[in-house]
């Protein structure tokens, strides 16, 4: 069974820093585009940053700049740090789970099958 379980969400300042984590079980990451989403109430699920699980090549959403995702395949944890944060970055963050080709990513949220909870995040101006 796949599951994803983010965490690593929290309080912090305009400015400041948060390491996003998202633990994966039940599937090779070799298989598999992980992307990192937010969503605010009332908007569509907004991507910011993909990964391939075979090769590690990247891909950032939009001008999300300064969102970097990275895979630990030996932990089994995809992560996403996020510098410079600002209150428009209020959300709740997920990760997202999607059967690809090597070196593929898909930037739709509607291309991804498995979703973790999601871990809020709260910037105070």
């Known amino acids: 069974e796949v599951q994803l379980v983010e965490s690593g969400g929290g309080l912090v300042q305009a400015g400041g820093s948060l390491r996003l984590s998202c633990a994966a079980s039940g599937f090779t990451f070799d298989d598999y585009a992980i992307g990192w989403f937010r969503q605010v109430p009332g908007k569509e699920r907004e991507g910011v940053s993909y990964i391939s699980g075979a090769d590690g090549s990247t891909h950032y959403g939009g001008s999300h700049k300064a969102r970097f995702i990275s895979i630990d395949n030996r932990k089994r944890t995809v992560y996403l740090q996020m510098i410079d944060l600002k209150p428009d970055d209020t959300a709740v963050y997920y990760c997202?789970?999607?059967?690809?080709?090597?070196?593929?990513?898909?930037?739709?949220?509607?291309?991804?099958?498995?979703w973790g909870q999601g871990t809020q995040v709260t910037v105070s101006s």
């Open positions: 997202a789970a999607a059967r690809a080709p090597r070196g593929t990513v898909y930037l739709s949220p509607h291309e991804y099958d498995y």
